[in-house]
């Protein structure tokens, strides 16, 4: 994704993000959150929270915040993931000040 950083974090955690700002997490085995986790809108928070392979995610969503984490492909497929994966990238850089979206050089509609 344009201007997106990669850091490692949080005791191992591979942690995606734009203009600092996480938008993916993925935390592997043996880890008890073990999965990929983004940030999705809060119908598709709704629609995706209970299907198989799938759960509101540890830590954001106990804070009332949209976060799905996918922990098998049972319900979610690669393809499906990528898309929400991009539109985790979405909403993030869109809640980014409007300063840091021009810094970035770039701004998504």
């Known amino acids: 994704m344009p201007h997106s950083t990669y850091v ?3 005791g191992g955690a591979d942690v995606w993000k734009v203009g600092g700002k996480v938008f993916a997490i993925h935390f592997a085995p043996p880890d008890i959150y073990a999965g990929i986790t983004f940030k999705v809108s809060r119908f598709s ?4 929270k209970t299907q198989k392979g799938l759960r509101p995610a540890p830590y954001f969503a106990s804070r009332g915040m949209s976060w799905i984490q996918r922990q098998t492909d ?8 990528k898309k929400y994966l991009a539109e985790s990238y979405r909403l993030v850089f869109s809640g980014l000040t409007k ?10 509609i």
């Open 99 to 108: 300063k840091i979206q021009a810094q970035l050089g770039c701004r998504i």
């Open 74 to 81: 049972e319900t979610l497929k690669n393809e499906d993931l």
């Open 8 to 10: 490692c974090q949080w």
């Open 45 to 48: 928070f709704e629609l995706l």
